[in-house]
């Protein structure tokens, strides 16, 4: 397995997909990533996964399993002085840190870019937003699909004719595309950190990521006053005819036809699914069936190397690409909280038995959460 | 890096565009060819003779040139060579020689050569290896359908419904300019740069994961929900917004609404409002349509609650954060047409990636 980035540490404030993903994928290239939550602030995504109500709960979230392995877990409270020096300590040991908190969260900690840059002036800091770190609407408020809406997406999607679509909470499309793109700058950034010496400061807003692939209609927006397309159903611009059919057992297709065909609807309605599909692409069509996440667990030739299985057997998430023809193992799987705050502590600062224990007792350190709900 | 320099511009990367590629897999591989030109990599873009058929792709502008080959290309240059020539692969050959990456698509006659040539490759397929499907007819439309995000979107007695763009392409062309980028740091790092293989299947299905999470955990595949989602878009006095609160802001959420309706036993928790979401939403309805998007994002806003005002692409151009943040780039191009386009989405230090427009078919030759 190719590791591009080994020998680089991250600091991982990242929650839910886009930032604690845009981490995982560090990991995978061989970062060494230590995720920093706390006994008072969990990754949401321990809380909104939560399977059942047994000590233990915060631990067994899939949708955290599937995001945080490849990962070490530290609890350490943002909010006391001890933890923040402790954080800083960290950082002079790492090369990038990722964060997706509310603007401003960090920089109260004194844990801001600022502040880092000071301790370490080598770090890549990427901070992840909804709108970006600046301008009137910083501040703002969103959750997954809010950037569906305010991002232009929403505003073309949709049945012909009828209300605009957002992706939903199954999905919260932009959350999953900022952390492919902002991969991708953070090894940018390092590559220019470790040539002059000097890291940068990376502002990331999810909603300029979900306008930007749209691009194009943007462009054509601006120079064309009449282009103003509504929600197109499942057409497209330059695509002759295109659109999901129901099969005769009562499964969708979808196929891009070279024409309009009249007669696609009855070929579809007499067939099942499957034959219907391998007939169109036989006949040099696009064509495929309407997956649910059911099919895509059953079809491992489709799923290639984006679902694998932790040292546990879990399914977790896996890479969106190959390397030299592979896909990932999953060396340790997502921690629990707090997993290993002790022995990163000790490896990297030092720290003994003496103040590792006076860290706990001050409730610096933790692996139960002393919150419920988020 | 001083205000001049670009991150990546030591580095020279071969964009080839070989004839007779799925439009959907040139999109992919031209959008990670424009992040790094526009992040300072000499982008040398191959095209065949009588260019890339993006060129002549809708959206057009008043001028006749392609919205999406200019949004497509910005930063690159232009060569065209035909590789169907002893003359046209010997001169690739050279440009490759002194490249250390090559985009290209796995259905190019040329693909093979260019696995195991001196530039690492970074090739984009519409499928994985195991669907052992190089051949296989592929669209847009069909790798959502594929990888379970049209499953997600609309009502569930009707038609499964795509996301608006060329998603597909362009989640695999984010992937495929990461990919690129980490093997430049490998070989920054003088290690073996691995060889990196993106499929538009493959990203589709990892961009999904929740669909496959969902199912692994309960049995039962989430999926378009309709008017039965707790999320939903409602017509306002101007528009559409979409509804989205977390379980945690719901108390926010029926305190700006105000209807004594919504403080019913039965909404207090997320499985309740569920249960009960019709009635839910018939509570809510008045509120939004009373009201302009502009009014419900600053009393939303003002509770912390994150509704989301839905906005067009012509809308974009002057929403006031895209402005302050200078997101949108302008350019003239050769035949008088006036554009904004987005610029990446970053800002390096406060700096955006100013884009240059796309080159005139070979006018680097």
Known sequence: ?????????????????????????LADLGADVLKIESGAYLDPFRVVGKIDDDEGWWNRSPQFRFTNRNKRGLALNLKAPEGQRVIRELAAHCDVVVENFRRGVLDRAGLGWEALKAVNPRLVFAAISSQGDTGPERMNVSFGSTLDATSGIAALTGY?????????????????????????????????????????????????????????????????????????????????AQDAWRCRDGRWIAATLDAPDDTIAAFCAARDSADAVAALLARGIAAAPCNDGNDLLRDTALAGVTLVRDEAGALVKGLPYRLDGMGIAIECAAPDLGQHTDAVLRQLLGYGDAELAALETAGVTATTPTVGDI | MNDAALPLQR??????????????????????????????AEVLKIEPPGGDPVRRAAPLLPGGSSALFQFLNTS??????????DAGRTALAGLLGRAQACLFEEPAAIASSLRSGPATPIEIAAFPLEMDAAARPVSELAIQALGGLMHMIGTPDARPLK?????????????????????????????????????????????????????????????????????????????????????????????????????????????????HIAALYDALR?????????????????????????????????TEQYVARGFLAEMTLPDGDRLRLPQLPVQWNGRSFAPRPAPALGEAA
Request: proline content about 7%.
């Open chain 2, 11 to 40: 580095f020279t990367v071969v964009e080839v565009n070989a004839p007779g590629v799925p439009l959907c897999l040139r999109l992919a591989t031209s959008l990670a060819g424009k992040i790094a030109a526009d992040l300072g």
């Open chain 2, 76 to 85: 690159k240059r232009s060569l065209v060579l035909d590789l169907a020539t």
């Open chain 1, 160 to 240: 012909e004719g009828a209300s605009p679509r957002i992706s939903g909470m199954d999905v919260n499309y932009p959350d999953q595309i900022v952390s492919l793109f902002a991969t991708g700058l953070v090894i940018t950034a390092v590559m220019e950190a470790r040539r002059t010496g000097a890291g940068c400061f990376l502002d990331f807003s999810q909603r300029e990521v979900a306008s930007f692939t749209l691009g194009e209609e943007i462009v054509a927006a601006s120079a064309d006053p009449a282009h103003r397309p509504g929600p197109r159903g499942n057409g497209e611009p330059g695509i002759a």
């Open chain 1, 1 to 25: 397995m190719s590791r591009p980035l080994a020998g680089i540490r991250v600091l991982d404030f990242g929650l839910l997909t886009a930032g604690a993903n845009t981490s995982a994928m």
């Open chain 2, 163 to 275: 996301l608006a763009g060329h998603q597909a392409s362009y989640a695999a062309g984010l992937t495929a300019f990461t990919g690129l980028a980490a093997a430049l740091a490998a070989h920054d790092a003088g290690r073996a740069a691995p060889a990196v293989r993106v499929s538009l299947a493959e990203v589709m299905q990892w961009v999904n994961w929740k669909a496959a999470s969902g199912a692994a955990a309960t049995g039962t595949s989430p999926g378009r929900e309709g008017d039965r989602s707790e999320f939903q878009v409602l017509p306002c006095r101007d528009g559409f917004v979409a509804v989205v609160y977390t379980a945690t802001q719901w108390p926010a959420t029926r305190a700006l609404i105000g209807d004594p309706a919504l403080a019913d036993p039965k909404f207090a928790t997320r499985a309740g409002r569920r249960q």
């Open chain 2, 286 to 318: 008045p509120w939004f349509a009373a009201r302009t998007r502009a009014e419900i994002q600053q009393e939303a806003q003002g509770k912390g609650v994150p509704f989301g005002p839905v906005f067009t692409p012509a809308e974009l151009l002057e």
